[in-house]
């Protein structure tokens, strides 16, 4: 299957990502409806680039009282409009803080991997956002993991 | 000023509901007056919009509306309370073209006491744009230190008192912590020491490393006493009338930049690889004019300033604008020496030469220290190596004692200069005349030290080039009403009909494409995008505004859009009391290279044939400087000719 990955080390920050991102979502350029989002770290040296990625937990579809959360045909934890009641327990059950409230449709709203060709991706022009075929879904994961070893072992 | 006849263009109006607001535009401008302290927001027509786009366009108009003097036959100055700083973007800022992140300066600014246009880019444009506005306009003088604040439709003036004497980084780091925001959440824009302390060419310092430096219009803002802009990134959406059409633009510019010879090492390393090329046709300016040749600076090896070993010099990191793709802004961490581990914004060209070949400093990891001291200072890095290199040389030949300074100051001490760069900023002892830029420091001096002096008889300084051996920027420059290259380079200029090559010692040639390119660079300054990312062919960059706007924008229209944005800003600038006779390069300044590529070539030889020939093509008199009634029946602008030529017309 296919996941987003991010590179955070590509990542400089010009934030067209959110730009592509929030034009598919609501056909306008309305970053604060992006669900990708760029952090800044170490003050505001460096960024790196975040979203759902689509854990195989599925916290925000355990948490929906109402099944509105499905998987789609490309594997994305995806919001059926008609169904969510905007009660927001999505946006508190997610553990990765990439589940969004939008007050204006009063709907929950994540990231969908835009039906298989993710705009945020198509538009870094860094490819700091990449999307690849993976063995597993739960590439974060397998990050994390291999990451603190790293951190760990340059700490000793 | 009221313009004459009814033609004159339409004040800023909410009348125009008739039709709908062009795709790109957020559709206010945002009126600030400091006396007042009030914050309200005006809406602008479709039919202003189309007309003056944005950046310089709207920003020039505004000057010449807003900024006569009661009677309507002068300007105010700079320091008058009437004096507008108008902070623009354009329509492309905050859409997702490369380097749109875009704010053009305009205002009266405290070099020539008249117009500038000033860019800088990071996340200006897009901040303000998803907060509602185009652009804003900034009037009156408080008596308190005041800080603009923009989140949405909270527009506020604060207390910025605990915000004095810090310095630029300092302050968007306070504003970060009194806002709880970081990083792009929250654009600061503000001014340090220098802009505070009213130094003649204080710059307006942004978004860490971005900086609109010329023409002191952070001592405008000094003088305002507005400490800072700060803009969250705000909610409200943005619509292009052909998203698509707009991306395709976008990659096409792109693929420009990626590929096109005169503009791939720009999108690899920015302006770094201008040292060692600049060097090898003369137009690197080594220690303050005074030669041509890199040997003469001490310790210094061309092959470490290479642009790959230039940056690699640094431990470095891409710190990009809005939607940029180019590899051109980073930020860097000193890896050796006194200032290892400082954070710095890795230096544009201008600063490689303002804070090092122009002082005669080779050790890159002190020049960038210095180059971010400046930026922190908020001076302007080209008029600051001039400054500077211009003492180094006064001492070195005894103009400027060491008693009048206070210390001694050779050539290439950083830690002098950066000791200087404290003097200047606080107005200190001999700072204090030194911060009133070159030209008036050198004509208080006098004598031979003003003979060394580089400066434009209007009050600016050039960039950081050695124009000596770059006819048209030096031509540019003096002839310009902004107090800075007003025509720009030549990007593709065979596209708008010049000639792909000029013999650029001939200046007859030289006077010919100056005249010839003029339009395009007032028209990207109108757009809201970074002069870098538009070094591609005119007829995308339309394209783009077309795409956004919705607009059939086409390149001859841009062109004749750009000449008269030009045009508007000379009748302010000859109100200022501008006039031909200041059209001159000091000695120094137009002076003969002694040695390297260009020894020998006398450009004051030709300047008064090269300004014959300019002035006939641009179609200005020789005599006034005044923009003839033809010209301006051409482009549009017969409500000039009134005012400019009263009933002769």
């Known amino acids: 299957m296919s996941v987003l990955k991010l590179h955070p080390e590509k990542c400089t920050g010009c934030l067209r990502c959110e730009l592509a991102c929030s034009y598919m979502q609501t056909g306008e350029y309305q970053p604060a409806k992006s669900v990708i989002r760029v952090s800044p770290f170490e003050g505001h040296t460096s960024y790196a680039p975040y979203t759902c990625p689509q854990c195989a937990e599925g916290w925000c579809m355990t948490a929906c009282p109402v099944g509105a959360i499905t998987i789609n045909a490309v594997g994305a934890k995806d919001v059926l409009d008609d169904k969510c009641v905007g009660c927001k327990l999505c946006t508190i059950a997610c553990p990765y803080g990439t589940m969004f409230y939008d007050p204006a449709t009063r709907k929950a709203f994540k990231c969908n991997l835009c039906g298989g060709a993710p705009a945020c991706a198509e538009a870094c022009p860094t490819a700091a956002i990449t999307y690849e075929d993976v063995a597993t879904a739960d590439w974060l994961g397998d990050f994390a993991v291999e990451r603190t070893a790293r951190v760990l072992a340059e700490a000793r | 000023m009221t313009p004459a006849t009814s033609t004159a263009p339409a004040k800023p109006t909410t009348k125009s509901a008739a039709t709908a607001r062009p795709g790109g535009y957020a559709g206010n401008l945002l009126r600030v007056d400091l006396t007042r302290r009030t914050c309200r927001a005006e809406p602008w027509s479709p039919e202003t919009m189309r007309e003056l786009i944005g950046g310089v366009g709207l920003g020039a108009m505004i000057l010449y509306r807003e900024t006569a003097t009661r009677d309507g036959k002068g300007n105010v100055s700079w320091d008058h309370p009437d004096n507008r700083l108008v902070l623009a973007t354009g329509p492309l800022a905050g859409l997702p073209v490369w380097g749109t992140g875009g704010l053009t300066v305009c205002t009266i600014g405290a070099g020539t006491n008249g117009p500038t246009s000033t860019q800088a880019n990071g996340f200006f444009g897009t901040n303000l744009k998803y907060c509602g506005y185009d652009a804003i306009i900034v009037q009156g003088q408080s008596k308190d230190w005041l800080y603009l604040y923009i989140n949405d439709d909270v527009v506020e003036l604060r207390d910025a008192r605990s915000l004095v004497g810090l310095d630029t980084w300092e302050t968007q780091g306070a504003l970060y912590k009194e806002t709880g925001l970081a990083g792009h959440q929250l654009s600061v824009y503000s001014i340090g020491p220098a802009g505070e302390n009213l130094v003649r060419f204080a710059a307006i310092q942004g978004d860490y490393g971005h900086v609109a430096s010329k023409n002191g219009c952070g001592a405008v803002m000094g003088k305002k006493r507005l400490k800072a802009v700060a803009i969250v990134k705000g909610t409200k959406s943005l619509r292009a009338a052909d998203p698509r059409g707009v991306v395709q633009a976008a990659d096409e510019i792109a693929h420009d930049l990626r590929t096109d010879a005169s503009a791939r090492s720009l999108y690899e390393y920015g302006t770094l690889p201008g040292v060692v090329n600049l060097s090898k046709m003369g137009a690197l300016p080594i220690k303050n004019y005074t030669t041509n040749l890199t040997s003469n600076v001490a310790g210094a090896d061309l092959s470490v300033w290479e642009a790959p070993k230039l940056r690699e010099n640094f431990d470095h990191r891409g710190h990009q604008c809005n939607a940029c793709g180019m590899h051109h802004c980073h930020m860097s961490v000193i890896r050796h020496g006194d200032q290892k581990g400082k954070i710095v914004d890795e230096p544009e060209y201008e600063g490689w030469s303002g804070c090092g070949w122009a002082i005669g400093a080779a050790d890159r990891d002190s020049v960038a220290w210095l180059n971010t001291e400046c930026d922190r200072a908020c001076v302007d890095v080209n008029e600051w190596g001039w400054l500077c290199g211009w003492v180094m040389e006064c001492q070195e030949k005894g103009y400027i004692t060491r008693e009048q300074l206070g210390f001694e100051l050779k050539w290439g001490d950083v830690k002098g200069a950066h000791r200087l760069l404290q003097m200047v900023s606080r107005r200190e002892g001999f700072g204090n005349v030194l911060a009133e830029g070159v030209k008036r420091a050198a004509e208080k001096l006098g004598g031979p030290a003003k003979e060394c002096a580089i400066y434009i008889e209007k009050g600016a300084t050039p ?140 450009i004051r030889a030709q300047w008064e044939k090269m300004l014959d020939t300019w002035y006939s093509e641009v179609g200005f008199d020789r005599k006034t400087g005044k923009p003839l009634p033809k010209t301006l029946k051409d482009l549009g602008l017969d409500w000039l000719s009134k005012s400019l030529w009263g009933n002769k017309a």
Not at chain 2, 537 to 542: A, I, Q, S, T, Y
Not at chain 2, 583 to 600: I, L, M, N, Q, W
């Open chain 2, 463 to 602: 960039r950081g080039h050695d124009h000596r051996s770059r006819w048209e920027e030096m031509l540019d420059t003096c002839t310009s009403s902004t107090a800075t290259m007003e025509t720009g380079n030549p990007v593709h200029p065979t596209e708008i009909g010049q000639p792909a090559r000029i013999n650029p010692f001939d200046g007859e040639q030289v006077a010919k494409y100056v005249a010839g390119l003029r339009g395009r660079r007032s028209f990207e300054d109108s757009l809201g995008i970074c002069i870098f990312t538009s070094r591609t062919r005119l007829e995308h960059v339309c394209r783009a505004l077309s795409a956004a706007t919705g607009w059939a924008f086409t390149v001859d229209e841009a062109l004749r859009f750009g000449k008269r944005t030009a045009v508007i800003n000379r009748a302010t600038a000859l109100r200022c009391g501008h006039t031909g006779a200041m059209e001159y390069p000091s000695t120094r300044y137009g002076s003969t290279p002694v040695d390297g590529p260009a020894k020998g070539q006398a």
